[in-house]
């Protein structure tokens, strides 16, 4: 029907009231304090093994994804709280915005992926209940830039791709098998040529036709949709056959004089492509060593004092895309001169806000009204991620898998969370009081 449906906090389903819960929080302080520095100091550790630069970026980041979600239950019409219905949103938007999703889920592998499937409930509640069955995936998002059918479309198969990867779980794939099968069907037709639509870049990229950077992502999506299916045990062959000849006809649609171009057909012109940090991530295999070879070249040419720009038409830049682009890069040289870049924006003084999405990677400084205190930037720990592995957390180990050494996950556990939210409700009500 697209109505609004009556959810409340999810912490209000483990006190008997708010008394209880601010009383928990205060007495649970040195408890608080203990796990926040034990998630620090193990982020430090496995991060500062990037490098020192990139530490600083995960470490930052942790608070302003985090702080982002409100995890909620449904309301019946008797006023009793359902904690079988969780689902988790970000910010204020309604139905989440599948590009924040997508930037963030690098943040939500690493620390606590069941935070990931919770969020992407909304968007597939949202297109069994409001009568918007549509082809692609979407949801009604605030953002300006539409329409963005192919963008969302990859970004919900690539969240949920890495969702089963690190947790062996396919229940949410296998529950909406008709949904996500429509959604490749999707992918299958559009991947390969965009077309005019627009991407959540367009503001900064001048929403160039034919985006090769967005193209990659609905092919790269495309494979992870018949891997998915092979993990079922089911035939995905005429997907995967499709991403691949698709993954040999954008290299030639995208060439460039340097690098691969922004749009087919434009030579003059390139993008850093960070998109094809997925192929790496997801194992999807279709792109071979001398695209990375050449992607790494166009980096190491291109990087500006605060950051290196999406591509040649601008020279704004978002962290988190600029940590996708250093997954991409085939040498720990160039890599760490895009992460020294993204750090010392964050540090040189001239934004005084929280950390924006969008900065001028040449200036150092916020051009773009709006887009700062977003947890797209959890896009950051795409290193710590990239190569994770399948594993299963410890309450439901029944695989193998698993890494160790830099890319053992930081767990951001369920007392972790109900303690953000308790300290939201604490904030928003000494607010009110105030």
């Not at 009793?80 to 924040?100: I, K, P, Y």
């Not at 077309?195 to 092919?219: C, E, F, R, W, Y």
């Not at 992870?224 to 995905?236: F, N, P």
């Not at 720009?309 to 040289?333: N, Q």
């Amino acid at each position: 029907s697209g109505t609004q449906q009556s959810r409340s906090l999810f912490y209000r389903t483990q006190f008997s009231s708010d008394t209880d819960a601010i009383s928990f929080f205060l007495n649970d302080y040195d408890s608080a304090v203990t796990s926040a520095n034990n998630f620090d100091s193990k982020l430090n550790i496995a991060a500062s093994q990037i490098s020192s630069n990139y530490a600083d970026l995960t470490i930052l980041a942790a608070r302003q994804v985090a702080s982002h979600i409100e995890v909620t239950v449904s309301t019946g019409s008797d006023g009793r709280l359902n904690a079988s219905d969780v689902m988790v949103f970000m910010g204020n938007d309604g139905v989440n915005r599948m590009e924040e999703i997508y930037a963030s889920t690098p943040f939500w592998i690493y620390t606590n992926p069941e935070i990931l499937r919770l969020m992407l409930l909304p968007n597939i509640r949202w297109h069994r209940l409001a009568g918007t069955e549509t082809s692609y995936a979407s949801g009604p998002s605030s953002s300006l830039l539409r329409p963005k059918a192919l963008e969302s479309t990859g970004n919900m198969m690539i969240a949920t791709a890495a969702l089963i990867e690190a947790t062996g779980n396919t229940a949410i794939i296998s529950e909406n098998a008709d949904l996500y099968r429509t959604w490749a069907d999707y992918l299958k037709v559009n991947a390969l040529i965009p077309g005019t639509q627009s991407t959540t870049d367009g503001v900064m990229s001048g929403a160039p036709s034919n985006d090769t950077n967005l193209a990659l992502k609905g092919i790269i999506a495309l494979k992870a949709y018949a891997d998915i299916l092979s993990t079922l045990g089911q035939d995905g062959s005429t997907y995967s056959d499709t991403a691949k000849s698709y993954a040999s006809q954008w290299q030639s649609l995208a060439e460039a004089s340097f690098g691969f171009a922004a749009s087919y057909g434009d030579s003059g012109s390139w993008s850093i492509c960070y998109n094809l940090f997925a192929d790496k991530w997801l194992k999807t295999g279709l792109f071979p060593e001398s695209v990375f070879q050449k992607m790494g070249s166009l980096y190491a040419s291109n990087i500006n004092n605060y950051g290196l720009p999406l591509g040649s038409r601008t020279t704004l830049t978002s962290s988190h895309w600029m940590v996708f682009a250093a997954g991409v890069a085939p040498d720990i040289t160039t890599r760490n001169l895009i992460i020294s870049a993204a750090q010392d924006y964050i540090q040189n003084g001239k934004d005084a806000m929280p950390w924006p999405s969008i900065h001028d990677s040449k200036g150092g400084n916020a051009t773009v009204a709006g887009v700062y205190n977003r947890p797209a930037v959890g896009g950051v720990y795409a290193l710590l991620v990239q190569d994770l592995g399948s594993t299963v957390s410890t309450a439901n180990s029944n695989s193998g898998g698993g890494s160790n050494g830099s890319n053992s996950r930081v767990v951001l556990r369920s007392a972790n969370l109900v303690l953000i939210y308790i300290f939201s409700f604490i904030s928003s009500t000494l607010l009110c009081l105030a």
